[in-house]
């Protein structure tokens, strides 16, 4: 048999919480960005998950978004530079398309999102993770942040955004361990931008840590 084909490309995992800075730090980068909260599940999806003693769907856990075929986008990019992606809308909280993403060759890009820890391990296994990343910038400051980002967006209702926002604050460091638990680094948006301009060097090395503790 002969030797494996070389993968052209890797990916950066960018996870931390919900307005943590993620889009606005990928899009400081220079790099391609692939939007992982695009692989949302859709509202009428049975498995999605609630929050618990509430009505309210929980789009904060792991089962409201469909880790499959994110990976399977992640390494086609890996592989051939280019692959097909969802169109969500959050206020909808549905896919409304898809569209095509091609990385021009680059062999490196982002894929961020706040479940972009939750697949850390399997790009690992796949070949094609450069670093993974937890970007975290405080409770009250994200919390600010998101609700802003949210209300200008008009992604939920007013209610429904203050519950979340409260509920995200108060659960922000248990977060942020769990996505270091899964391999993702806790770095502020300097140290982020430092890693990722190392792993741009075309002799870098992957360097995710590992797990340290259990899911």
Same mark, same amino acid.
């Given at each position: 048999?002969? *030797?494996p084909?070389?993968?052209?490309?890797r990916?950066?995992?960018?996870c931390?919480?919900?307005?943590?800075?993620? *889009?606005?730090?990928? +899009?400081?980068?220079?790099?391609p960005?692939?939007?992982?909260?695009?692989?949302?599940?859709?509202?009428?999806?049975?498995?999605?998950?609630?929050?618990?003693d509430?009505?309210?769907?929980?789009?904060?856990?792991?089962?409201?978004?469909?880790?499959?075929?994110?990976?399977?986008?992640?390494?086609?990019?890996?592989?051939?530079?280019?692959?097909?992606?969802?169109?969500?809308?959050i206020?909808?909280?549905?896919?409304?398309?898809?569209?095509?993403?091609?990385?021009?060759?680059?062999?490196?890009?982002?894929?961020?999102?706040?479940?972009?820890?939750?697949?850390?391990?399997?790009?690992?296994?796949?070949g094609?993770l450069?670093?993974?990343?937890?970007? *975290?910038?405080?409770?009250?400051?994200?919390?600010?942040?998101?609700?802003?980002?949210?209300?200008?967006?008009?992604?939920?209702?007013?209610?429904?955004?203050?519950?979340?926002?409260?509920?995200?604050?108060?659960?922000?460091?248990?977060?942020?361990?769990?996505? +270091?638990?899964?391999?993702?680094?806790?770095?502020?948006?300097?140290?982020?931008?430092?890693?990722?301009?190392?792993?741009?060097?075309?002799?870098?090395?992957?360097? +995710?840590?590992?797990?340290?503790? *259990?899911?």
């Amino acid at each position: 048999m002969g *030797s494996p084909l070389p993968i052209p490309a890797r990916v950066v995992l960018l996870c931390g919480p919900s307005g943590s800075g993620k *889009s606005l730090l990928s +899009a400081a980068s220079g790099l391609p960005v692939l939007r992982l909260d695009d692989f949302y599940k859709e509202a009428t999806d049975p498995t999605l998950p609630q929050v618990e003693d509430s009505e309210d769907i929980d789009w904060d856990h792991p089962q409201s978004w469909d880790a499959d075929t994110a990976v399977a986008a992640i390494e086609e990019l890996c592989r051939t530079g280019r692959t097909t992606i969802p169109v969500y809308d959050i206020s909808l909280s549905a896919r409304t398309g898809t569209e095509a993403l091609d990385i021009d060759g680059a062999p490196l890009f982002i894929a961020e999102g706040i479940f972009a820890a939750e697949i850390v391990g399997r790009c690992r296994e796949l070949g094609v993770l450069a670093d993974a990343l937890c970007l *975290s910038r405080g409770a009250v400051t994200t919390f600010r942040r998101r609700f802003v980002r949210d209300l200008k967006e008009g992604r939920k209702s007013v209610p429904f955004l203050l519950r979340r926002g409260w509920r995200l604050m108060r659960s922000e460091r248990s977060i942020v361990a769990r996505q +270091a638990a899964l391999g993702a680094h806790p770095c502020d948006r300097a140290e982020a931008l430092d890693r990722l301009k190392s792993a741009s060097a075309p002799s870098a090395a992957p360097r +995710a840590s590992a797990p340290t503790a *259990s899911a």
